[in-house]
């Protein structure tokens, strides 16, 4: 009997978080060897999160534009013909819906970000949303990485009649040990706060450098990442005085001896799913501070569904702050003061350590795969 193809396609498989498990989930499925894995790319971004060698992969050349990879997944759809089909992240599952339609193979999309916040509001964001949700409503099925994503689609974009599976992110606490053993870091250890993302508006430097400047935490913040609000964001720490303190270090492949060494991690963003770089943390044992933001921080720092947090929180397994509040991100800096806090949540979250697992995430996936193909 011939294996079943399942087609996953993603807008290419650069350095962000959502490409990351897009690989590792690739690579699981195809070392599992139950499916013939095909993966399809919208774009042709250099490769930072590679897949085993053997799974075929094809790589469009849309540019960036939505009305490109609708056309060209679709003919790369109609001739690989697959048994079904997974997206990930807002422009392929638009992409991949559109490719499906009057098409025999099902399409489940993967909602990784709270998608209601990138929208904004206004006649644009207004239009936006009815875009979106007219694809959604068409996907087989839609899996959220987080129960405050499925919230969002069920709410914002009015799909509570759709099936909407919760499937986390996996971390392996031995690898993430590993990789964070790979090379010695330029800084003393527990002398520096890290905080690492992409350097875009949603992800809130600005007011991270801002609450800094504000604080009475002296050490260094050791900033990992690139991206267009680099130059904004470099002369800020300029016009602050902060050029000893702040330290960009770009994009690093490897963060995880930066994590491991840093007195804590600290989030600012205003929008999130599953945050990755989070869980990470926890995973290697380190005090979180973050923001409140939908969807994912508190669900992993409190066991919960964000409500919004009006005051700087101390939850289950980290701090929570405000959304966008710049004298409370201010006093989370100044709990990396304090060794006690650091010392009292490192211990907390030792128990986390194997929450995420590798195993539990596939099986998750498998699940879905079998339930939509023999529907």
């Known amino acids: 009997m011939s294996k079943k193809v399942v087609c996953l396609v993603i807008n290419s498989l650069g350095g962000g978080g959502a490409e990351r498990v897009f690989a590792r989930l690739v690579n699981l499925l195809d070392t599992q060897g139950q499916y013939k894995v095909t993966v399809i790319t919208l774009d042709q971004e250099a490769i930072e999160n590679p897949l085993d060698s053997g799974i075929k ?3 469009l050349d849309c540019q960036g534009s939505l009305i490109k990879s609708m056309i060209n997944l679709k003919k790369a759809l109609y001739e690989l013909n697959p048994d079904l089909v997974i997206s990930f992240l807002t422009r392929s599952n638009v992409a991949a819906v ?3 339609r009057k098409k025999p193979f099902p399409v489940v999309i993967s909602e990784r970000v709270n998608t209601s916040s990138h ?9 936006k949303k009815a875009f979106t949700r007219y694809f959604y409503n068409k996907a087989d099925s839609l899996i959220a990485v987080s129960n405050g994503v499925k919230h969002d689609l069920s709410e914002f974009f009015n799909l509570k009649h759709k099936k909407i599976y919760v499937i986390g992110n ?4 031995e690898m993430l040990l590993n990789k964070a053993d790979e090379f010695l870091v330029e800084f003393e250890k527990n002398s520096f706060v890290v905080c690492v993302g992409r350097f875009y508006k949603n992800k809130n430097h600005s007011l991270l450098i801002n609450a800094l400047a504000s604080s009475s935490y002296n050490n260094k913040l050791v900033l990992l990442g690139d991206g267009p609000e680099r130059k904004n964001l470099e002369e ?7 050029t000893e303190q702040v330290i960009f270090k770009g994009f690093i492949k490897n963060p995880y001896p930066y994590i491991k060494n840093a007195s804590g991690l600290i989030s600012t963003s205003l929008a999130e799913g599953f945050p990755n770089v989070i869980a990470e943390a926890l995973v290697l044992g380190k005090f979180v501070v973050s923001s ?3 969807s994912g921080p508190s669900e992993l720092l409190d066991d919960r569904v964000s409500s919004g947090t009006e005051n700087l929180t101390f939850a289950k397994f980290g701090v929570l702050l405000p959304l966008n509040n710049e004298q409370a991100t201010s006093e989370g800096f100044n709990l990396f003061n304090e060794q006690s806090y650091i010392d009292k949540y490192e211990l907390k979250v030792k128990s986390l350590k194997n929450r995420y697992s590798h ?3 596939l099986s998750h996936f498998n699940r879905v795969i079998e339930e939509v193909i023999s529907d």
Request: proline residues 3%; charged residues 10%.
């Open 119 to 127: 929208f904004g509001n206004g006649l644009l964001g207004f239009y």
């Open 236 to 242: 800020l720490v300029k016009q602050l005085n902060l």
């Open 359 to 361: 195993e539990q995430f």
């Open 57 to 59: 992969h094809i790589q």
């Open 98 to 100: 559109y490719a499906g």
């Open 170 to 173: 996996s971390y392996s606490h």
């Open 292 to 294: 409140d933001c939908p």
